[in-house]
């Protein structure tokens, strides 16, 4: 199985989006599943449950801060800003936001948004692509790093 289906496993299996991202990205960086699913923990639901940034988007952006390296520091920093602006405009081109709520159509931080999530498996059945997506452009982006 590649990295992209790995990671969509993992989040069918029970972890959110960010620590599904960054368990199986960040194991090349040294960054082992238990360590990746805390760092993760606080990201899924658009940050903290709060509908913001799609938790596979922040999970994919710290893998870039990994992953780019520069001879100076303040050069790593550019390279991975960029790498960071790519991600976004490729996800948000496929899916036209980066927003959590506006992906879902519903807004997990409302008691009505809550329900028509619950009721509709959202999570299960919209989040996926997400997930699939923000790892297909990692990949291309780590490729390209």
Known sequence: MNKVDTAVEL???GLNC???MLTVFGEPHGLDSTTASKLGRPLG?????LA???GALTGAMLILGLSVEREEEKESRTATAHAVQELMRRFEARHGTSECRVLLGADMT???GMNKIQEEKLISTVCPTFVRD?????????GAS
């Open 134 to 142: 923000a790892a297909q452009i990692l990949e291309e982006l780590l």
């Open 11 to 13: 989040f069918r299996s």
């Open 45 to 49: 639901g658009g940050m903290g449950r």
């Open 52 to 54: 913001r940034t799609c």
């Open 18 to 20: 960010s620590q599904a």
């Open 110 to 112: 409302t008691e009505d």
